[in-house]
């Protein structure tokens, strides 16, 4: 519906387009990301879902400290690493993510 030039969205529309173009989480396997939940953060490559809200992260590692967040994204620079192999992280819990367009970290340190 369109009033004085400015469209209005019905909340279920906007939900569903937003969940249906940005949130489905077939959309975010094969790629990495860096994430941060309510209590950690992980590094790791999405694989898979499970019922839509938990992700399967492979190749995937606890960041203890990431140092200088801005400069982690932009270089991939981490100073605490524990590699974890594979983990699963419930979506409820992060509270965001960004694209990791560097190597995954495989070396503890």
């Not at 939900?15 to 309510?38: A, M, P």
Request: a negative charge.
């Amino acid at each position: 519906m369109i009033i004085e030039g400015v469209k209005y969205v019905k909340e279920t529309d906007l939900k569903n387009s937003i969940e249906g173009e940005i949130l489905t989480t077939k959309n975010l396997i094969g790629n990495c990301f860096y994430f941060r939940t309510v209590t950690y953060h992980l590094t790791g490559r999405v694989v898979g879902t499970l019922n839509n809200n938990i992700l399967k992260l492979e190749d995937a590692a606890w960041i203890a400290d990431s140092g200088r967040f801005s400069e982690t994204i932009k270089t991939g620079k981490l100073d605490e690493v524990e590699p974890v192999e594979i983990v699963f992280v419930n979506l409820d819990t992060v509270t965001d993510f960004f694209p990791w367009n560097h190597e995954l970290p495989r070396e503890q340190k």
